[in-house]
């Protein structure tokens, strides 16, 4: 069995729609988390995450942390989903590629962005310039990162996109990627799962 240490419209939404896309059993167990937007809500001592934080899962008593563990994790659990080439697949080390350049380099990437820090900062820009030609030169050559087959790198990517879209550059290919991510039937499930369980109020 999997629990999901869920807190609605945060980074386990995406862990939501990764479960869908398992199409396995689990289980969402709720948390609240501070969220520094708005001040509300507070660390929960039920949540085994090691820093209370959210995304975190219980697979058959294995803790994982940490979005791109998860997804890692996952889908080399399940790789009859699909969702991920497992070890010996030729496309393997471009799928770890784009799980580990989504923690280091576009994350931080879009969060410079986002903060208005890119001005005067030209090894900032500099990352930034060189994290939006990759993902257009991506989606220029494929609907999905790996090729014509969406994966877990899809999910963390097209998620970030789609929280962040003012982060980057008008671009119909970024516009068209995350219309395509948003579409997929199990991410629509997980959007209905998050909403019908609304933002927690503040603890
Ligand atoms: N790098 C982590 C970041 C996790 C994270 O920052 N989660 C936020 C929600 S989006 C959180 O739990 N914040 C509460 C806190 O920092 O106390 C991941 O991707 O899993």
């Not at 090894?123 to 220029?140: C, N, W």
């Not at 929280?163 to 119909?172: E, I, L, M, Q, V």
Request: charged content about 20%.
């Amino acid at each position: 069995m999997i629990t999901l240490y869920h807190a609605p419209q945060s980074r386990s939404s995406r862990i939501v729609w990764l479960l869908e896309e398992l199409g396995g059993p689990y289980e969402i167990r709720p948390v609240s988390i501070f969220r520094p937007m708005t001040g509300a809500g507070a660390p929960d001592p039920v949540n085994p995450h090691p820093d209370k934080q959210v995304p975190a899962i219980e697979h058959d008593g294995v803790l994982v942390a940490e979005s791109v563990a998860i997804v890692l994790y996952l889908t080399d659990a399940f790789p009859e989903a699909g969702l991920g080439p497992i070890v010996g697949d030729p496309l393997r080390g471009a799928y770890l590629t784009w799980l580990a350049w989504y923690s280091a380099g576009m994350e931080p990437a879009m969060f410079a962005s986002m903060g208005g820090e890119l001005a005067g900062a030209p090894m900032k820009q500099r990352a930034y310039d060189a994290a939006v030609k990759r993902l257009e030169g991506a989606l220029a050559k494929s609907l999905w990162l790996l090729g014509e087959t969406f994966s877990g790198a899809d999910l963390l990517v097209g998620s970030a996109i789609n929280f962040a879209r003012k982060a980057f550059p008008p671009s119909d290919l970024l516009d068209a990627y995350v219309a395509r991510c948003k579409a997929r039937p199990a991410a629509l499930r997980a959007l209905g799962l998050d909403e019908a369980q609304g933002v927690q109020r503040a603890a």
